[in-house]
């Protein structure tokens, strides 16, 4: 059963930081890409950042370029994304999915936004 447990989430304030941790289970997870995505509230869910399994395919949404910085340590099978300089409108409940790595990260991405198997979830907050 493939399983995600999304942690790290918390309240900030504007231009603070969080690490945001996935832990996968239930899969092969070197073989897979792996994208974070956040949904606010009364807005769908949308991409932030995707990483192959070799992390040299990196993309990320414009309003992450810069800020965040997702990463993966495959003996672990955990994806990580660093969020800095966090902004109100970065509030949202995070998700992690994966995808079995076929294509460029770009590919995989809508991929996953529809099929997901989605965890619980982090609540990330950042006040003003």
């Known amino acids: 059963e493939v399983q995600f447990v999304e942690s790290g989430g918390g309240l900030v304030q504007a231009g603070g930081s969080l690490r945001l941790s996935c832990a996968a289970s239930?899969?092969?997870?070197?073989?897979?890409?792996i994208g974070w995505f956040r949904q606010a509230p009364g807005k769908e869910r949308e991409f932030v950042a995707g990483i192959n399994p070799s992390s040299l395919d990196i993309q990320y949404t414009d309003s992450a370029q810069g800020r965040f910085f997702i990463s993966r340590d495959n003996a672990k099978n955990t994806a990580y994304l660093l969020m800095k300089n966090l902004e109100p409108e970065d509030t949202a409940v995070y998700y992690c999915a994966a995808e079995l790595e076929r294509w460029p990260v770009s590919t995989h991405i809508p991929r996953m936004l529809a099929g997901g198997s989605w965890g619980q979830g982090t609540q990330v907050t950042v006040s003003s």
């Open positions: 239930g899969f092969g997870f070197d073989d897979y890409a």
